[in-house]
Each structure stands twice: as structure tokens, then as C-alpha cells.
């Protein structure tokens, strides 16, 4: 029985699946988006997203060569690795998580299985703009503090356009 099993063995044999992923993650961090089936993409997601944040907790300089092993040991791609901490890892310093997105594109008319496309989140040009206002802070308000609030905005608001009526009228009495 496979009870509490929450892995996806995919049809494989551990090497072989662990083959696959690390294949899969280094072209996933090289291109910054790979076209796969859904369940490969979803198992690539719990394997690539621990070695994005890998690349955030290293400070000193032993800590970066120790996390550079340890990904270079997942990975087994030089190139791959050197890009995550270079390019990839300054990019999503500052996301507390899910750094990948799984978008589905349909079905695949050969074998019927479905496809999907996963990015890395902070490299979709298209997205980008969207995910930077949601990844502001919601303010914060409470009900009894707004009339207050409108009292001091328009208090602060008067002095700043009686200077400025004051400035505009200094050059005509010069003239």
C-alpha cells in the first residue's frame, strides 16, 4: 500500500526520475520557461523550488561555496549553477516563495497527455508588471482612524498651495 506516498514517480525508477528532474530543473534556470506534460512540471516544482531558495541563505563566502556544492550536486550542470547564482538567485532575493508558475496549455494530440508550460515567475516580462503591485503591502486602515486621517491630508494640503501662491507672486512684484 502506498499510504501517505505523496511523491509522483512519474512511470520511473528513483535514478531514472532523478535524472529526469535534475535534466529538467538545469533547462528550467537556463531558459527561465520549459513546455513539458502537467505532472512532470508539478513534480519539477517540489524539486527546483528548494535550490531557488538555496541560493538566498548563503551570506559568507563559505556558506556561497557549500551552497554552490550542494546545488551543483542536484543539478550535475556548471553552467546551470553559475546561472542560478548569478542571474537567477539576485532576482528573487527578495520573494518569500513560489518562484515558479504552472500554466496548462492543452492536450497533446499524439498520446492525449496534458501539457504545461512552467516559468520562473520574476522573468515573465508580460506578468511583471502586474505581480510588482501585488507584491506590495496591503495598507492597513481601521474604520475609526480614516476621518482623522482626511483632516490632516487636507490641513497638510493648505499651507503647501498658500506657499506656492506666494512664490508665483514674488517674481511679478520684482518686475
Keep these: 500500500m502506498r499510504h501517505g506516498d505523496k511523491i509522483n514517480n512519474l512511470g520511473r525508477k528513483k535514478a531514472h526520475r532523478v535524472a529526469l528532474l535534475s535534466n529538467l530543473a538545469s533547462q528550467l534556470i537556463t531558459h527561465k520557461r520549459i513546455v513539458t506534460t502537467l505532472a512532470k512540471a508539478k513534480a519539477l516544482r517540489t524539486y527546483v523550488e528548494p535550490l531557488l531558495t ?96 482626511k483632516a490632516e491630508a487636507a490641513t497638510e494640503a493648505a499651507p503647501v498651495t498658500e506657499a506656492s501662491a506666494e512664490v508665483t507672486e514674488e517674481p511679478k512684484t520684482e518686475e
Design 54 to 149: 538555496k541560493t538566498k541563505k548563503a551570506d559568507t563566502k563559505e556558506q556561497i561555496s557549500h551552497q554552490h556544492r550542494i546545488i551543483f550536486s542536484h543539478l550535475q550542470d556548471k553552467a546551470a549553477t553559475k546561472e542560478l547564482f548569478t542571474v537567477v538567485g539576485p532576482k528573487i532575493a527578495s520573494r518569500p516563495g513560489g518562484y515558479t508558475r504552472i500554466i496548462k496549455l492543452g492536450i497533446r494530440p499524439g498520446d492525449n497527455a496534458e501539457k504545461a508550460m512552467i516559468e520562473l515567475v520574476d522573468f515573465n516580462e508580460i506578468y511583471g508588471k502586474s505581480v510588482a503591485k501585488a507584491a506590495e503591502p496591503a495598507k492597513k486602515t481601521r474604520r475609526a482612524g480614516g476621518a482623522k486621517k
